[in-house]
T-cell receptor, first 116, second 111 residues
Framework: GAVVSQHPSWVICKSGTSVKIECRSL??????MFWYRQFPKQSLMLMAT?????????EQGVEKDKFLINHASLTLSTLTVTSAHPEDSSFYIC????????????FGPGTRLTVT | GESVGLHLPTLSVQEGDNSIINCAYS??????FIWYKQESGKGPQFIID?????DKRQGQRVTVLLNKTVKHLSLQIAATQPGDSAVYFC??????????FGKGTMLLVSP
């Protein structure tokens, strides 16, 4: 149990275009999902916390108009990188927290975004 | 942009040895801790967790030790295998707050 999927697993896009990444909890309900960004050889950097049915909470320094988050159901959250630039190239990882339990998060496999 | 020149602490062991990965945490109010394993190009994988009212917890080939006095957490892997090679992150949490991740340690297991 506790499987989280992400789609796509990798994407290449041109500067100025928008890219949507989906995060799904496959076998449990997740009231809260998280979006992280990770650079090579570094730890995970929390971008935003997404709660089902409400607006996402963004970490300091993360542009909410650039990284649009929607959490429309208990099993799906989406991250849209708008007007992507090469500096947005990174590994984006989502995680989902069970609606019950001690708060452990289960992570998706990540999405490698390359902006050319 | 991406940072360059940043190196993860690395632990190199031989296959069959026991590995100990350490983590110092910062928040004395944290009440649970989790160890994650991340293989290259993949998302972190949950390994084991421990609540603050415990000082030791064992899983399959793994043991987590918690020392709240010095705010230290360790992950012990018995009989390390090449498949254990990955980056290991500790994470701390309090209540239903977001997790705070450590910097990570790269474990390299040579046959």
């Amino acid at each position: 149990g506790a499987v989280v999927s992400q789609h796509p697993s990798w994407v290449i896009c041109k500067s100025g275009t928008s890219v949507k990444i989906e995060c799904r909890s496959l076998d449990f309900q997740a009231t809260t999902m998280f979006w992280y960004r990770q650079f090579p050889k570094q730890s995970l950097m929390l971008m935003a916390t997404s709660n089902e049915g409400s607006k996402a909470t963004y970490e300091q320094g993360v542009e909410k108009d650039k990284f649009l988050i929607n959490h429309a159901s208990l099993t799906l959250s989406t991250l849209t990188v708008t007007s992507a630039h090469p500096e947005d190239s990174s590994f984006y990882i989502c995680s989902a927290r069970r609606s019950s339990g001690i708060g452990e998060q289960y992570f998706g496999p990540g999405t490698r975004l390359t902006v050319t | 942009g991406e940072s360059v020149g940043l190196h993860l602490p690395t632990l190199s062991v031989q296959e069959g040895d026991n590995s100990i990965i350490n983590c110092a945490y910062s928040n004395s109010a944290s009440d649970y801790f989790i160890w994650y394993k991340q293989e290259s190009g993949k998302g972190p994988q949950f390994i084991i967790d421990i609540r603050s009212n415990m000082d030791k917890r064992q899983g399959q080939r793994v043991t987590v030790l918690l020392n709240k006095t010095v705010k230290h957490l360790s992950l012990q892997i018995a009989a390390t295998q090449p498949g254990d090679s990955a980056v290991y992150f500790c994470a701390e949490g309090a209540g239903y707050s977001t997790l705070t991740f450590g910097k990570g340690t790269m474990l390299l297991v040579s046959p």
